[in-house]
């Protein structure tokens, strides 16, 4: 098992995870999947931002990342989140390790601040964002739409 950071070849993977997501939930508001491509994409222009996978018998099983919040340069020390984790690889720790680590990555940035934006319902990740000592800080209502419904 091994933490690391993201590389190319790893957009496979990652686009596995994250379009089962945009396929079957509504935790992502993307509607339709994201191509390979689309992740290198991703990962090439996420450059001074952190990128981590977790890997397991060269299974990725997991990943996070720290992107810009808002182009604003008073913004600078803030920066925002995404998770994601393997549909088979719930309820093991490896959100809770992935967040652990990119915490500690971004303190030695120089991020005082992370944003994490969260579609609700969606109990585990809310759970996660807690026991990592996140904050909830308000509700955007209705401000999605996915599968006929509203979401916050």
Same mark, same amino acid.
């Given at each position: ?11 496979? #993977? ?10 079957? *939930? ?5 509607? +339709? ?5 689309? %992740? ?19 299974? %990725? #099983? ?25 549909? #088979?690889?719930?309820?093991?720790? !490896? ?11 971004? %303190? ?8 994490? !934006? ?8 809310? *759970? ?14 209705? !401000? ?7 979401? +916050?």
């Amino acid at each position: 098992m091994l933490t690391r950071n993201v590389l190319i070849s790893d957009a496979e #993977q990652i686009a596995n995870i994250y379009n089962y997501y945009v396929e079957n *939930s509504t935790c992502t508001f993307d509607t +339709d999947p994201l191509s390979v491509r689309d %992740i290198e994409n991703k990962i090439n222009s996420n450059k001074g931002f952190p990128w981590l996978v977790y890997e397991n018998d060269n299974k %990725i #099983q997991g990943y996070v990342h720290l992107s810009k919040f808002k182009d604003r340069k008073a913004y600078g020390n803030t920066s925002e989140l995404t998770i994601y984790v393997d549909k #088979q690889s719930h309820c093991k720790g !490896v959100g809770s390790l992935l967040m652990k680590e990119i915490i500690e990555t971004s %303190i030695k940035l120089g991020i005082t601040n992370i944003v994490s !934006v969260l579609a609700l319902p969606n109990s585990g990740s809310l *759970s996660l964002h807690r026991k990592m000592g996140f904050e909830r800080m308000g509700v955007l209502y209705n !401000v999605g739409r996915k599968f006929g419904k509203n979401i +916050d």
